[in-house]
């Protein structure tokens, strides 16, 4: 019989590359995961040798390669920016079938120095000619992600009565969170010209991407290496470093091209969630923060509704008042999110290294987190999301 995997496993270390953002030195994705390994592995206190286990999108075998081990365990699942919620369920429950005892999710992306390379040296390429999007999407004017998400907004506010101003609430608590994380790109004006303070008429006020979206309803394109350090039960309790559970975990695909999306303002986040609220014996109402993806204001609003954290069509009031801001009572993406401190192109990886940060209680070292950026919170949602608002992992992790 099957049994539940809940707490089998713990994350015990998360960490990321030396230098993330905007490099003045370009790096490939390798280098910028391989760094993380090495200093995951030094909060841990373990060797790169103990890994028995390797998880990354498409790239497990290059980095078993490159740390010279042969691991029990691997895993390439590759659905897009939540690939590493997913790796961390997959790796949960191989181990709690007895598979491995520690193992590593990684992920280095070159999204800002890619642009530094010959075509394909980093990375990347151009999708399928012969793909539906290609062929049935791109006629009708929509290519690239912000004009897919911007269709998506325009429903959410001719279904719900949903408004601009509202969606803009969500940038402006990020950027609140990023000005108390030096590593975030929009930290101050010394990180970036644009950091700093944000207001809603500075949302509205800047430049049209895709109607409805305006560029500071968009994530940033940033370079990012993470890695977190999973192990079970009994080995997470002989790590140096405090343990945050894996209390429950699902995955869900609800399309793959937006074509074929029932509904613009509903994902497959309902049922990833439901699926992990299940497996940890808990539901929204016991969650007392989250890490949500945020590759534009309008994800992060669709997936609150998603998430039970809001009724529907009200996901941005989960925003209104500065709950989600520091201080609130209900704290959102206390890194800066995608939005203002990071993305590197698949934002799942950050959300597991700031949620475990947070509940470990090491966000506040005055390299990632300055005063007030740690949070008295025990339970946290973590989601990411995939492609087209296709995809979802979500997990319920503990103190």
């Known amino acids: 019989m099957p049994s539940n995997p809940s707490k ?25 995961g391989i760094e993380a390994i090495h200093n995951a592995c030094r909060e841990a206190g ?25 691991p029990k365990w691997v895993d390439t699942t590759a659905v897009g920016g939540c ?18 005892d520690i193992g590593v999710v990684v992920n280095g992306q070159a999204g800002y120095s890619r642009r530094n390379f010959p075509r394909g040296a980093a990375g990347g390429g151009g999708g399928d000619a ?42 402006v608590s990020t950027r609140e969170w990023a000005m108390l994380n030096p590593r975030a790109i929009m930290h101050s004006k010394d990180t970036n010209p644009n950091g700093g303070a944000l207001t809603v008429d500075d949302v509205l006020n800047s430049r049209i991407i895709s109607w409805p979206l305006n560029i500071l309803d ?25 343990p945050v559970w894996i209390a429950g975990a699902g995955e869900a695909i609800g399309h793959a091209t937006m074509l074929e999306m029932k509904d613009f ?4 986040a309902a049922a990833s969630a439901g699926r992990a609220y299940k497996m940890a014996g808990m539901g929204p109402e016991d969650m007392e923060m989250a890490m949500i993806y ?24 989960l925003f209104a008042g500065g709950r989600t801001a520091p201080g609130g009572s209900f704290p ?21 290294v700031e949620a475990y940060r947070q509940l470990s209680r090491t966000a506040e070292d005055g390299i990632h987190g300055l005063a007030g950026k740690q949070t008295d919170a025990d339970s946290c949602i973590v989601n990411g999301t995939g492609g087209s608002l296709s995809a979802t992992g979500t997990l319920v992790l503990t103190r």
């Open 294 to 317: 945020d590759s534009f204001t309008i994800t992060v609003a669709i997936t609150a509704e998603m998430l039970g954290l809001t009724k529907r069509g009200e996901g941005p009031s």
């Open 8 to 32: 089998s496993a713990a994350i015990v270390a998360a960490a990321e590359a030396d230098e993330i953002g905007y490099l003045s030195s370009p790096k490939t994705d390798m280098m910028l």
């Open 218 to 242: 968009i994530c940033l394109v940033t370079d990012h290496g993470g890695a977190v350090i999973i192990a079970s039960e009994a080995a997470a309790r002989s790590f140096r470093t405090p």
């Open 332 to 352: 959102v993406n206390t890194n800066g999110g995608g939005l203002s401190f990071n993305h590197s192109g698949m934002y799942g990886m950050q959300l597991l």
């Open 265 to 268: 303002t509903a994902t497959s």
């Open 130 to 171: 012969l793909g539906p999007d290609a062929q049935f999407m791109a006629p009708y004017g929509v290519m690239g992600a912000p004009s897919n998400y911007s269709h998506a907004m325009t429903r959410h506010m001719h279904q719900w009565g949903s408004t601009k101003e509202d969606f803009a609430q969500i940038a």
């Open 83 to 100: 690939s590493f919620q997913i790796h961390v369920a997959h790796m949960l429950a191989a181990v709690n079938a007895g598979m491995l």
């Open 46 to 70: 373990i060797s790169t040798k103990d890994i028995e286990g390797i998880a990354n999108p498409g790239g497990a075998n290059s980095y078993a390669e490159y740390l010279g081990i042969v």
